[in-house]
């Protein structure tokens, strides 16, 4: 069978559906391609919450992306009529003086985003939870918060379908058929060929696999996180009363209670390097990460330490050399896009990907600026 549409997306999550709706939006006709459901729980975006903050060290690229993608999520808020992007705030415990947290205040102070710098005293009267002891200071910027990751993909998914996308579930591509025009059509494990005048892989950390033969430096890591339920003073951890918190020179960030009355905690430093990702063991928690959470917790949530209820959560991350993304044509191939390699902190950014990838890919060029996430910055090993 051959199907014809002018752009075929290759992975539903949340880059490949806001692409999608982008495309629709710019006129396209888009079949998007996934090999489960959209959203799922094995992709990046099949979970319950990711992190949006404007914070990135020094990195200014970076907040100037966010800040364009804020807007774009409150508009997803009021078209899908959900708070897919909560604002409950970022805070974020400095244990340096003048670390990562210095430099992202000193951003934030130049682009006029709104924040608090807090002493321990004061973070522990607003937040009593915190042992003041474990930090020297606190950034706070109201305008981050938390985005619901999975209802994102969702939402984002209808209001497509609603533009025209035609989604297919539970197509696995398998081949990506080429010619010396470029891409053909890709081939599903059903021995489908599906056609399109142009094509998208967004297919998060099966991107190398799926692009084999570009060699795309993409590592893939594994990423332990951990849903606890607070033994006391649950209502104290609820969105209103208990922002998104991070510390990420040392590795971890949390959300507030969000499902079943738990928390989730999560280390960002990078695990260990995969060559294919253990789905059977979604749920898992080894004791090792488990004794890591408990010995951050003592130090910085003393009374969350002693957990009891408690379920692991792994996901992966597809990561590039540089942590940049990558969201370019493919070499050789003029009708073919990438976007991927998103290394652990793209989904705060994916209305903008979307619609900059749409942009490109109907127009030739984006409103933002994509040099650097050109594939050309790595020399591309052939196979
Ligand atoms: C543990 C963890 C924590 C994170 N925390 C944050 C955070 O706090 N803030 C932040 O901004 N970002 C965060 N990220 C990163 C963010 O989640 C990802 O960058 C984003 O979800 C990537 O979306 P994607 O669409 O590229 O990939 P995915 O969501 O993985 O989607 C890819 C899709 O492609 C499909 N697919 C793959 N291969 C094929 C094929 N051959 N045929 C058909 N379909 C295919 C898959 O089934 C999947 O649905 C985190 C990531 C992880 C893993």
């Given at each position: 069978m051959s199907v014809k549409n002018t752009v075929?997306?290759?992975?539903?999550?949340?880059?490949?559906?806001?692409?999608?709706?982008?495309?629709?939006?710019?006129?396209?006709?888009?079949?998007?391609?996934?090999?489960?459901?959209?959203?799922?729980?094995?992709?990046?975006?099949?979970?319950?919450?990711?992190?949006?903050?404007?914070?990135?060290?020094?990195?200014?690229?970076?907040?100037?992306?966010?800040?364009?993608?804020?807007?774009?999520?409150?508009?997803?808020?009021?078209?899908?009529?959900?708070?897919?992007?909560?604002?409950?705030?970022?805070?974020?415990?400095?244990?340096?003086?003048?670390g990562y947290e210095a430099q992202s205040l000193a951003v934030l102070k130049d682009r006029k985003i709104k924040y608090d710098r807090l002493e321990p005293s004061l973070v522990r009267r607003i937040y009593p939870m915190y042992n003041p002891?474990?930090?020297?200071?606190?950034?706070?910027?109201?305008?981050?918060?938390?985005?619901?990751?999975?209802?994102?993909?969702?939402?984002?998914?209808?209001?497509?379908?609603?533009?025209?996308?035609?989604?297919?579930?539970?197509?696995k591509v398998t081949q990506v058929l080429r010619d010396r025009q470029g891409?053909?059509?890709?081939?599903?494990?059903?021995?489908?060929?599906?056609e399109a005048e142009k094509y998208l892989f967004a297919a998060g950390y099966w991107s190398g696999e799926l692009l084999k033969s570009y060699g795309l430096p993409i590592k893939v890591t594994r990423q332990s996180q951990l849903f606890l339920r607070p033994m006391i003073s649950r209502g104290r951890y609820?969105?209103?009363?208990?922002?998104?918190?991070?510390?990420?020179?040392?590795?971890?960030?949390?959300?507030?209670?969000?499902?079943?009355?738990?928390?989730?905690?999560?280390?960002?430093?990078?695990g260990p390097a995969v060559k294919r990702p253990d789905h059977e063991r979604l749920r898992e928690c080894t004791p090792q990460f488990e004794k890591t959470c408990r010995k951050f917790l003592k130090k910085f949530i003393p009374e969350l330490a002693g957990f009891t209820e408690y379920e692991g959560h792994v996901c992966w991350y597809d990561n590039t050399p540089d942590d940049?993304?990558?969201?370019?044509?493919?070499?050789?191939?003029?009708?073919?896009?990438?976007?991927?390699?998103?290394?652990?902190?793209?989904?705060?950014?994916?209305p903008l990907i979307g619609k900059s990838m749409?942009?490109?890919?109907?127009?030739?060029?984006?409103?933002?600026?994509?040099?650097?996430?050109?594939l050309g910055r790595f020399r591309l090993r052939r196979r």
């Open positions: 075929v997306v290759v992975g539903g999550g949340i880059m490949g559906v806001q692409a999608a709706w982008h495309l629709a939006k710019l006129g396209q006709s888009v079949t998007l391609l996934d090999q489960y459901l959209v959203p799922n729980q094995w992709a990046a975006s099949g979970d319950h919450l990711r992190v949006f903050r404007l914070t990135y060290g020094k990195d200014a690229f970076y907040t100037e992306m966010a800040l364009k993608a804020l807007p774009l999520w409150l508009d997803l808020n009021a078209q899908s009529e959900e708070t897919l992007l909560q604002q409950n705030g970022v805070l974020e415990l400095a244990t340096k003086e003048n002891k474990a930090f020297k200071w606190a950034l706070f910027h109201p305008d981050g918060g938390m985005i619901w990751a999975n209802r994102s993909v969702a939402a984002t998914a209808s209001l497509a379908q609603r533009k025209g996308v035609r989604i297919r579930s539970n197509v891409v053909r059509g890709v081939k599903d494990a059903a021995g489908r060929v599906w609820r969105p209103e009363h208990f922002p998104v918190f991070a510390a990420l020179p040392v590795g971890f960030y949390g959300f507030p209670v969000h499902i079943h009355g738990f928390i989730k905690i999560g280390d960002h430093r990078k940049d993304f990558i969201l370019d044509r493919l070499p050789d191939a003029p009708n073919a896009y990438v976007a991927a390699g998103f290394s652990g902190h793209g989904f705060k950014f994916a749409a942009e490109l890919m109907v127009g030739g060029k984006s409103e933002l600026n994509l040099h650097r996430f050109r």
